[in-house]
């Protein structure tokens, strides 16, 4: 199965609160990963990438941040809003066979209650 | 900003029948691909395209076949529909191969 995973299937936060979602990796030589918003009935939507020479990159309200040491990605969203409510999805771009492809998390859902 | 259509948001068809689902981007993006997303199973690529008239298959291309003339236009094709091809499908294109994707609204399809 696919080694680009997460800790918890599910989030719940409260609005306002700072939220944290993980994704660990196996391939030490991706150099490449991205954050996806999904909402209900929607195709993904780009949030925000990083490359391997850096180990942090903020966003708007979002800040991804790489440990290549232990392959973990994490995804923070400060002043979670009601609006943030959706699945999200790590990817990595992983050399495969001669050639790169992006491997995909299986998703956090995060439920932003008010 | 990119913007990736899918041709209907919703599609019911019948077993055996031939089903073409369109993509179109609008930023002269080098690749395109197809996905399909199961629960559970999460994004399964089926085939990509880095070029004009050339595809690759992806993981999981059984069942499916692709056509790419012109670059802006990414199509797939069920050529003999199964009720296990019910899916939501995925297009998406890029700049290059190392670059972030941008997804189409997908098409939800109902194989009866």
């Known amino acids: 199965g696919e080694s680009v995973g997460l800790h918890l299937p599910t989030l719940s936060v409260q609005e306002g609160d700072n939220s944290i979602i993980n994704c660990a990796y196996s391939?030490?030589?991706?150099?490449?990963f991205i954050w996806y918003k999904q909402e209900s009935g929607k195709g993904p939507q780009f949030i925000i990438d990083?490359?391997?020479?850096?180990d942090k990159r903020q966003g708007q309200r979002v800040t991804v941040l790489l440990n290549k040491t232990v392959k973990h990605l994490s995804l923070q969203i400060a002043a979670t809003q009601p609006g943030d409510s959706a699945v999200y999805f790590c990817?990595?771009?992983?050399?495969?066979?001669?050639?790169?492809?992006?491997?995909f998390g299986k998703g956090t859902k995060l439920t932003v209650n008010p | 900003d990119v913007k990736v259509t899918q041709s209907s948001r919703y599609l019911v068809k019948r077993t055996g029948e031939k089903v073409f689902l369109e993509c179109v981007q609008d930023?002269?993006?080098?690749?395109m691909f197809w996905y399909r997303q199961d629960p559970g199973l999460g994004l399964r690529l089926i085939y990509f395209?880095?070029?004009?008239?050339?595809?690759e298959k992806g993981d999981i291309p059984e069942g499916y076949s692709v056509s790419r003339e012109k670059k802006e236009r990414f199509s797939l094709i069920l050529e003999s529909a199964s009720t296990n091809q019910t899916s939501m499908y995925l297009c998406?294109?890029?700049?290059?191969?190392?670059?972030?994707?941008?997804f189409g609204s997908g098409t939800q399809l109902s194989v009866l």
């Open positions: 998406a294109s890029s700049r290059a191969r190392d670059e972030k994707l941008f």
């Open positions: 990083i490359r391997s020479n850096m």
């Open positions: 990817a990595e771009n992983r050399a495969q066979g001669g050639s790169e492809k992006l491997v």
């Open positions: 930023m002269d993006h080098e690749n």
């Open positions: 391939n030490s030589a991706s150099d490449y």
């Open positions: 395209s880095y070029d004009v008239k050339m595809k």
